[in-house]
């Protein structure tokens, strides 16, 4: 069950950040930074954050987290024990900095710290997820 809340969750939050990042990228140059911007942020920031508890939960349970000798040489175990963890952990601490600089930012500054921060977290959470062309990871859509 948490697996597929957690691939589930994962289209809301991916969601969420690509419309803050596009959100932010439309508005640079702008220094109206509204309420709707902020809770966009927000959101796309719990999202992910809620996400990411997820995960850690699931790291703790899953059976393709498992330490061996070896383990590091099986590509499955690797990628969800170390690079998939490493990976969602640094984007988790881009999207906190972008927001919690955003929100100390003035005018424009607000969405260019968003854009930043937000679109680097986005592809490295990209890069990470266990997609279903990635075979050997075993991922799927849902």
């Known amino acids: 069950m948490l ?21 932010a990228l439309s508005k640079m ?3 109206n930074y509204t309420e709707g911007d902020r809770k ?16 850690w939960v699931l790291y703790f349970m899953s059976v ?3 330490f061996f000798e070896g383990w590091m040489k099986e590509s499955k175990f ?5 690079e998939h963890a490493l990976m969602m952990t640094i984007a988790f601490v881009l999207f906190t900095i972008g927001h919690s600089k955003a929100k100390k930012a003035e005018g424009a500054a607000k969405h260019k710290k968003i854009a930043i921060f ?3 977290g986005l592809i490295i959470v990209l890069a ?3 997609w279903p062309f990635r ?3 075993g991922g799927s859509w849902f």
């Open 40 to 55: 966009l942020n927000m959101f796309a920031m719990i999202a992910y954050h809620t996400q990411f508890m997820l995960g």
């Open 29 to 31: 140059k702008s220094t």
């Open 78 to 82: 690797r990628f969800f024990a170390m």
């Open 3 to 23: 697996v597929h809340a957690h691939s589930g969750l994962r289209w809301i939050a991916l969601l969420l950040i690509v419309f803050a990042v596009f959100n």
């Open 118 to 120: 937000y679109t680097i």
């Open 128 to 130: 990470a997820i266990p």
């Open 64 to 66: 393709k987290v498992q």
């Open 135 to 137: 075979a050997a990871l």
